[in-house]
């Protein structure tokens, strides 16, 4: 399984991204796939994600209003549209896919998001 980010960047207070990521190898029944966030020193966190079906979507209570998590046709290609970003977004960026079993979880390898202030 292959999870491969694209779209982080450097950009300024106020402005916008949209990530991307494709997974490919993928052998078994997505459950939900979705996006989470480190920034130095903190934990890993959940900001948004997409389930499977319902195509329900889940965000950090601070994410909501500005992020859009969305998914090409029910593949297994998912974006996240940043607005009105702030500094404290800084973070790298991990696409996560799991499945409905505890092994079926898998990690791309992050893309950097930087916002100046």
């Known amino acids: 399984v292959q999870l491969v980010e694209s779209g982080g960047g450097l950009v300024q207070t106020g402005g916008s991204l949209r990530l991307s990521c494709a997974a490919s190898?993928?052998?078994?029944?997505?459950?939900?796939m979705g996006w989470y966030r480190q920034a130095p020193g903190n934990q890993r966190e959940l900001v948004a994600e997409?389930?499977?079906?319902?195509?329900?979507?889940n965000y950090k209570d601070s994410a909501k209003g500005r992020f859009t998590i969305s998914r090409d046709n029910g593949k297994s290609t998912i974006h996240l549209q940043m607005n009105s970003l702030k500094p404290e977004d800084t973070a790298v960026y991990y696409c996560?896919?799991?499945?409905?079993?505890?092994?079926?979880?898998?990690w791309g390898q992050g893309t950097q998001v930087t916002v100046s202030s």
């Open positions: 996560n896919a799991r499945g409905y079993y505890p092994r079926e979880n898998f």
């Open positions: 190898g993928i052998t078994f029944s997505i459950n939900r």
């Open positions: 997409i389930v499977s079906g319902s195509e329900t979507t």
